[in-house]
């Protein structure tokens, strides 16, 4: 949908783009942007020791966030993996208390009980990150399980990474999608690594939607990269799902920009890959298709850019700024 | 009361529980038409149909990932995992997942899942469907532990399980499903965290549950013959645990011994007897011991699986050496 040399196909034409589409184009860029920029201030606060453990971020991945949350509607629910900072904050979560958490904060969205790999905001339908692999795959179909019980029409999506199709919860959990025609969407992130290990020397299909026919599931790849053409792919599962007619698997082929996480440079990729892949940087290209469909002018979009940029930045500073958890709260929340 | 077995007693709470409330709904293998492989769930999928009895495919993490999913999101489901030994296949979900998701999001959500796991040893399974495994979840914070020892117990804790809005674990022990007792007609609904003095002594006290609460009594009785006044304690629930009751029995008897049927070490007795240390030292008269199972996997032959187990007339003779003491 976005024209790009980079992409096979060439130019497609530009059906997305509606007068009154404007205004969810732009706000489709601004996500990703503040989501790019929330990432960028993670790293910086890693470096100050402001954030504890390890981090992984989601740069270079933005548009499938954004793109699958921006198809959702109120009710429906996401799950996602450590590398969730982008996926909660697609699903509304408030910028600072997300930080805050990040930070360990009273204010954080799970009062600083779960930090970078766990955030979970209820209130906007992000039901979780987890930190095991594949360990919310079960959990998505349980929530799809429930809209299916209670019929209130709700899709379930969760996202995971490539290295997630090689572990027991992935195929239990879409085979029992599948069986039950659980209203779930399972995007799988390609961004080629597992850890530090290329996907090919771990997984013995190239296509992971290959895995879809064991569970005589609907699968298709999309350019992850593309934000309007995740947003069109997860649209159609999502209506899939809402008809009775089960799980879909997705491949949003995609990178990540930075390493598995704090402590990894990336090393073992071959040279010239990292630089191919952000000359189709996800928030790059979509600002090209802005202009070059006239959506927005470079100087609309340098404005967006900038306000992002300070809307996290202000956000930061609150969160930063708030006092950690009382030391009581430890004893809290382990039963209901 | 109502005369009923062990078995009976799951069903009547299932049952109950299924018609009280349309969120409630039953996952695991062979469950549904089938009735369960030790038929606890029997008659319940013609009662309830597959809406609410749901049969699953042999895939133990996605049922507790599915219940888990599924409590979050409003329903309160019960499901079964066939022989409580298959909790290896889904520790990371019980342990990492169900245990820790309301205590990592801040208590954003509670977790209203409750498991029910065949338990227990002496039929003749071998090492991998007869273990004690209410032991492996002991360390992890979160999940609350029923091991009922009657049809009462059967009946009355899971109806609260199921009704309690954190994960719970029921161990069902597989030997005592066709065991009779009265089951209250009324008001059955057993409180979790309340231990039954099963039998009054001033001698010596004795805690234990399921099948060792039985054989306990039992070796109660002969040595009731020989003048030793033992008392039995069943704490019913492992986690919350019922230290009171246990401590104010041993402040009257000086003297205590656990009984389990699992190898001593990490094991619920210890954990016990560590408590009474800790909070009752002063009313100890002699050092507590533990009545358990050897240090091995539990052995598939006839006589060396009653060789494992704690028998009645082992549990009388360490019962004598401690009153002699």
Request: hydrophobic share 45%.
């Amino acid at each position: 949908m976005i024209s790009d040399d980079e992409t096979p196909g060439g130019h497609e034409p530009v059906t997305a783009v509606l007068p009154g589409d404007r205004t969810l184009l732009l706000d489709l860029q601004r996500r990703m942007l503040e989501i790019r920029f929330f990432e960028e201030e993670v790293m910086r606060l890693f470096m100050l020791n402001l954030v504890r453990g390890s981090t992984h971020l989601y740069q270079g991945q933005e548009a499938v966030a954004v793109g699958a949350c921006s198809a959702l509607r109120e009710g429906d629910t996401m799950t996602c993996t450590y590398r969730g900072h982008g996926a909660v904050l697609a699903m509304g979560a408030p910028l600072d208390r997300t930080m805050a958490e990040i930070l360990g904060k009273a204010e954080g969205l799970c009062g600083g009980k779960g930090g970078s790999m766990h955030l979970t905001d209820l209130s906007v339908g992000a039901l979780g990150s987890f930190a095991i692999v594949g360990a919310h795959l079960p959990f998505a179909a349980g929530a799809a399980l429930s809209a299916q019980h209670l019929g209130t029409g709700a899709v379930s999506i969760a996202f995971f990474g490539d290295g997630t199709t090689n572990i027991g919860a992935f195929h239990e959990a879409l085979n029992l999608a599948a069986v039950w025609k659980l209203p779930v969407i399972f995007v799988c992130e390609n961004n080629l690594y597992g850890e530090y290990s290329p996907l090919a020397s771990t997984t013995a299909v190239e296509h992971l939607t290959d895995r879809a026919a064991s569970y005589a599931m609907t699968a298709q790849r999309v350019d992850g990269n593309d934000v309007l053409a995740v947003r069109s792919a997860v649209g159609a599962a999502a209506a899939h799902a809402r008809d009775g007619k089960g799980p879909t698997l997705l491949e949003a082929l995609t990178y990540r920009q930075k390493g598995h996480s704090r402590t990894d440079a990336g090393a073992y990729r071959p040279p010239g890959e990292l630089e191919e892949w952000l000359a189709r940087d996800p928030i790059t290209r979509f600002e090209r298709f802005l202009t070059e469909t006239g959506t927005a002018s470079d100087v609309e979009l340098a404005e967006l850019r900038e306000r992002a940029e300070a809307v996290v930045r202000e956000a930061t500073e609150r969160a930063v700024a708030w006092p950690e958890p009382g030391l009581e709260s430890r004893f809290d929340d382990v039963f209901a | 009361m109502t005369e009923l077995t062990y078995r009976e007693g799951v069903i009547r709470a299932l049952g109950e529980e299924l018609e009280r409330d349309d969120r409630v709904l039953l996952i695991g293998e062979d469950v549904g038409a089938a009735g369960g492989v030790f038929q606890a769930t029997a008659g319940l999928f013609d009662r309830f149909g597959p809406r609410r009895v749901r049969d699953t495919p042999i895939s133990e993490q996605a049922i507790v990932g599915c219940a888990l999913g599924a409590s979050v999101t409003g329903l309160r489901p019960v499901a079964e995992i066939m022989f409580a030994d298959f909790a290896g296949v889904c520790f990371d979900q019980i342990a990492n997942q169900l245990a820790k998701y309301r205590y990592m999001t801040g208590g954003q959500a509670s977790v209203p899942v409750t498991i029910r796991m065949a338990n227990g040893g002496g039929v003749g399974f071998a090492a991998q469907h007869s273990q004690a495994v209410e032991n492996w979840f002991l360390n992890v914070p979160g999940l609350k532990i029923c091991v009922p020892g009657t049809p009462a117990d059967a009946y009355g804790l899971l109806k609260a399980a199921i009704r309690d809005d954190n994960p719970v674990l029921v161990f069902e022990h597989k030997q005592l499903y066709p065991s009779r007792g009265p089951v209250p007609d009324e008001d059955g609904v057993v409180e979790l965290g309340r231990a039954e003095v099963v039998r009054t002594g001033s001698d010596l006290t004795v805690v234990a549950t399921q099948l060792m609460r039985h054989r306990a009594v039992e070796a109660a009785e002969v040595l009731a013959g020989e003048g030793i006044d033992v008392e039995v304690v069943d704490p019913r629930t492992l986690v919350p645990l019922d230290l009171e009751t246990i401590v104010e029995s041993v402040a009257k008897t000086g003297r205590l011994v656990c009984v389990q049927e699992c190898p001593p070490g990490g094991s619920w007795g210890a954990t016990v007897v560590a408590a009474v240390v800790e909070e009752a030292w002063e009313s100890l008269d002699l050092h507590p011991r533990l009545v358990s199972g050897d240090e091995t996997p539990i052995p598939y032959a006839g006589s060396l699986e009653d060789a494992w187990l704690p028998s009645v007339e082992r549990i009388a003779g360490e019962l004598r050496d401690v009153a002699a003491e």
